[in-house]
Each structure stands twice: as structure tokens, then as C-alpha cells.
């Protein structure tokens, strides 16, 4: 497979998402969901466990 085909694939590949994308219906919606931030993912942390990192570098 040459570097031609390569990039071939990708360009279908990306073609397909898009028009899934643009489609109504589950198929964005779920990707969407699934590229947001869990619940677990949290960028806020606890007061304390800032404190206890400071700590630990100290």
C-alpha cells in the first residue's frame, strides 16, 4: 500500500465520519456524549488534595 493509498483511506474515512455527523439521529449524539468529560474526569479538585500536592513538593 503505497503513501497515495494511504491517504486515500483517510480522506474516505473522514468523509464517512462527516457525513455521520451531519446525519440526524444517535450516531452524533453519542459521539458527542462520548467525547464529553465523565464525571470522574473533573478538572476541580478538593481544597485538600491541592494542599496535600503543595505539601508534597515542599
Same mark, same amino acid.
Do not use: H, N, V
Given at each position: 500500500?503505497? *503513501?497515495?493509498?494511504?491517504? @486515500?483511506?483517510?480522506?474516505? @474515512? *473522514?468523509?464517512?465520519?462527516?457525513? @455521520?455527523?451531519?446525519? #440526524?439521529?444517535?450516531?452524533?449524539?453519542?459521539?458527542?456524549?462520548?467525547?464529553?468529560?465523565? #464525571?470522574?474526569?473533573? #478538572? @476541580?479538585?478538593?481544597?485538600?488534595? *491541592?494542599?496535600d500536592e503543595?505539601?508534597?513538593?515542599?
Amino acid at each position: 500500500m503505497g *503513501i497515495k493509498d494511504q491517504f @486515500q483511506d483517510k480522506a474516505q @474515512q *473522514i468523509e464517512e465520519k462527516a457525513r @455521520q455527523a451531519q446525519k #440526524p439521529g444517535k450516531g452524533a449524539r453519542d459521539e458527542r456524549s462520548a467525547r464529553a468529560p465523565q #464525571p470522574q474526569d473533573s #478538572p @476541580q479538585r478538593s481544597f485538600d488534595d *491541592i494542599r496535600d500536592e503543595l505539601d508534597d513538593r515542599t
